[in-house]
């Protein structure tokens, strides 16, 4: 990932959303076999947003980088874009100033440690890129990929067992891509997330390809079914809270349930130690 202008990003994505609306989407006739490009042409999304085609065509080729948020609300509502792609796209213009941003490692609040020592189900702490910074012995018994100084990206990709542990790799793959899309934003300089894209594009084909659709999600709460090899499938909710600048990312099962039984038996399994720590350099 290299640094980006305003403008580039803007028509990368612009292209790569529109790529991805077929016509019937839109309402249009499918075109039959003259139709040479997957999703909506350029003429098309200019009409239907009511632009010139050669105003479109500018912005998608990144020679302006500053449209009217009207011209942005109507691209949005014709690329079909959901509130997090939306805003993701209003974003994305050079009228918007970038804010200066302190070059520090990210740390883990002493508090946040104490908390993971008391904590009795699987809880760790992640930075921006997914690195984890600290977790306590339950995640680390759910996943050894969730030790400090392990990135659950690069794991999710590079890692067999951690692709066997997800029910729904596929999905998961997806959103942690488009979660980290977010996170950039255009921050886009950021050395640790050159590195990690970087590292990834030239390792994952599936990354590459998710990565080229340009997709933005919010990765919060939501439930997840894992496959452990020791108690079997987990189904856990998760929960991430922002603490300062790091979140905390708890898992917890409902309770009485089969994964609650299970939860409980690989704590009993898991030898007791105090919660693991890992403070990156800058």
């Known amino acids: 990932m290299k640094n980006e202008g305003a403008e580039h990003r803007l028509g990368s994505y612009l292209r790569a959303r529109r790529e991805l609306v077929s016509?019937?989407?839109?309402?249009?006739?499918?075109?039959?076999?003259n139709r040479r490009v997957p999703g909506l042409r350029r003429e098309e999304v200019a009409l239907l947003a009511g632009i010139s085609p050669d105003y479109y065509l500018r912005l998608e080729r990144g020679r302006?980088?500053?449209?009217?948020?009207?011209?942005?609300?109507?691209l949005a509502r014709v690329l079909r874009l959901d509130d997090v792609e939306r805003t993701y796209l209003l974003g994305l213009t050079a009228a918007r100033p970038r804010a200066p941003r302190r070059k520090r490692p990210e740390q883990v609040p002493a508090r946040v440690h104490e908390l993971l020592a008391h904590l009795s189900i699987p809880a760790f702490v992640e930075g921006r890129a997914f690195d984890v910074l600290a977790s306590n012995p339950m995640a680390v018994a759910l996943s050894p990929r969730l030790r400090p100084g392990q990135n659950r990206?690069?794991?999710?990709?590079?890692?067999?067992e951690e692709q066997a542990f997800q029910q729904d790799w596929e999905k998961a793959a997806?959103?942690?891509?488009?979660a980290l899309r977010t996170t950039i934003g255009d921050d886009t300089d950021n050395p640790r997330f050159v590195e990690l894209v970087g590292e990834l594009a030239l390792s994952s084909q599936r990354f590459r390809t998710l990565w080229a659709r340009h997709d933005v999600r919010n990765l919060d709460g939501g439930t997840v079914t894992v496959h452990h090899p020791v108690v079997g499938?987990?189904?856990?909710?998760?929960?991430?809270?922002?603490?300062?600048?790091v979140i905390l990312a708890i898992y917890y099962p409902d309770k009485d349930s089969d994964s609650d039984e299970k939860l409980h038996l690989l704590a009993a399994l898991s030898p007791a130690s105090p919660p693991a720590q890992h403070t990156p350099g800058p």
């Open 23 to 33: 016509p019937a989407q839109a309402g249009l006739p499918p075109g039959g076999g």
């Open 64 to 74: 302006d980088g500053n449209p009217s948020p009207q011209v942005l609300e109507s």
């Open 153 to 160: 990206l690069r794991s999710l990709f590079l890692d067999a």
């Open 174 to 178: 997806a959103s942690f891509i488009a």
């Open 233 to 245: 499938e987990l189904r856990l909710h998760r929960d991430k809270l922002p603490v300062d600048d």
